[in-house]
């Protein structure tokens, strides 16, 4: 599968379940096998990794805020 679909499959998982950590997990697996450094980002690894659960986090806060999801 190309990078960019799961991405997309990654955050429907995010908004369509409660918690869903293999996203996260994904993304990790993904950095371990193919991330490389990164010079504009100051040598870092693990960028998809840390956006993915940056962006988890961010979508758990706002499913508690939301009142049509239970």
């Not at 193919?34 to 993915?52: D, L, N, P, Q, T």
Request: aromatic residues 22%; glycine residues 6%.
């Amino acid at each position: 599968m190309p990078f960019w679909v799961s991405v997309i499959l990654a955050l429907i998982g995010m908004f369509y379940f409660n918690v869903f950590w293999e996203a996260v997990i994904l993304f990790l697996l993904s950095d371990l096998l193919y991330g490389v450094r990164e010079a504009k980002f100051s040598g870092a690894i693990f960028i998809s990794f840390i956006g993915s659960l940056a962006v988890f986090l961010i979508i758990e806060i706002i499913k508690k805020k939301l009142k049509f999801y239970a």
